[in-house]
């Protein structure tokens, strides 16, 4: 079995295991009613919050390749709905490496440069997420065990302090550094090296503060759409530190290995924390399935819609994975 095949098989056990974690005790009698009767008059502002989120990676993004090339937020736009539509549909996250070729297509830029940019990307949304996550739990001292209140407390401050320590030393793996000098042995080693350190450029100028302030707009977005589901589904108990800790438990739902667009997971992470909340488990998997769907089906059509103009199809980018 190739290793491919195998990643899939994993995914699908997870994916599996964690919705019947999330489809336990739950009424379906009850579920449809009361997600009927949800107030449609804030789909509007969850619709206008999910195009903000976009419209903020693109900003960041077109920051972080400032130094390597010009792009306009339109295009990175673009090109950000068509890399999550891309992992919504397909295994192996093959989102990022598509719209990093797209992106170095356009630009002009080798694959690694455009893809050490991406990187830079995560790691902010890691550290950004973190950051929002210990206030959420600095507001909220009694909801978290003690042990998990001190990891969140203290968990940013490493990942910041990692990036700050990456930004220091990235003149080190530069094209005269002294690391990628020691690579002179291996060209195309150092050639990867050279060019991933290329992500660090913008962060050691003045678009740093930008770049980051991007990140923490984007999240609070975020939180703020868990938030305005909840009240279109009037569960008033997740208010917007509630709503960050949902998010949060969102995004470690998301990184597990799942099939693609993270069904399973992330609803039965989703509804853990709603119920901690105070939701009942129908109305906490009704909330998950809701905020899911509308994150989802959004992101993914709009995605699908730019990559029909550009002309691209999904098709192009499963050989990705065979390469």
């Not at 719209?99 to 690694?112: D, H, S, V």
Request: aromatic content about 12%; overall charge positive.
């Amino acid at each position: 079995m190739t290793r491919a095949r195998i990643s899939i098989a994993i995914s699908l056990v997870t994916t599996a295991a964690f919705l019947a974690l999330a489809l336990r005790k739950v009424d379906f009698g009850a579920l449809i009613p009361w997600v009927m009767r949800m107030d449609w008059r804030w789909i509007p502002l969850l619709i206008a919050l999910g195009l903000w989120d976009l419209a903020m990676r693109a900003v960041r993004w077109r920051l972080l390749l400032a130094p390597l090339a010009k792009a306009s937020v339109a295009e990175l736009f673009g090109l950000e709905a068509m890399g999550l539509a891309v992992n919504n549909i397909l295994f192996f996250r093959l989102g990022e490496f598509a719209r990093t070729a797209l992106a170095g297509r356009r630009l002009q830029l080798p694959f690694m440069s455009v893809f050490s940019t991406v990187i830079v990307e995560r790691f902010l949304d890691v550290a950004s997420l973190a950051t929002l996550f210990s206030l959420a739990a600095w507001f909220l001292p009694g909801f978290l065990p003690a042990a998990a209140r001190r990891v969140a407390l203290w968990l940013p401050w490493g990942l910041w302090g990692g990036l700050a320590a990456f930004v220091l030393l990235r003149d080190a793996f530069g094209p005269r550094g002294a690391v990628s000098g020691r690579l002179s042995s291996w060209p195309r080693v150092r050639t990867v090296v050279v060019e991933l350190s290329a992500g660090a450029l913008a962060l050691r100028g003045r678009l740093a503060a930008g770049i980051i302030a991007c990140g923490f707009l984007l999240w609070s977005s975020d939180a703020l759409i868990y938030w305005v589901s909840a009240r279109a589904l009037g569960l008033d108990m997740i208010d917007f530190p509630r709503a960050v800790l949902v998010l949060s438990w969102a995004g470690a739902g998301a990184a597990l290995p799942a099939v693609p667009g993270a069904f399973g997971t992330f609803e039965a992470m989703v509804k853990d924390i709603a119920v901690r909340c105070g939701a009942s488990p129908t109305q906490a998997f009704g909330y998950a399935f809701v905020t899911h769907m509308a994150g989802y089906l959004m992101v993914t059509a709009l995605g699908l819609f730019f990559l029909f103009k550009a002309e691209v199809a999904i098709a192009d980018f499963l050989s990705m994975k065979r390469e």
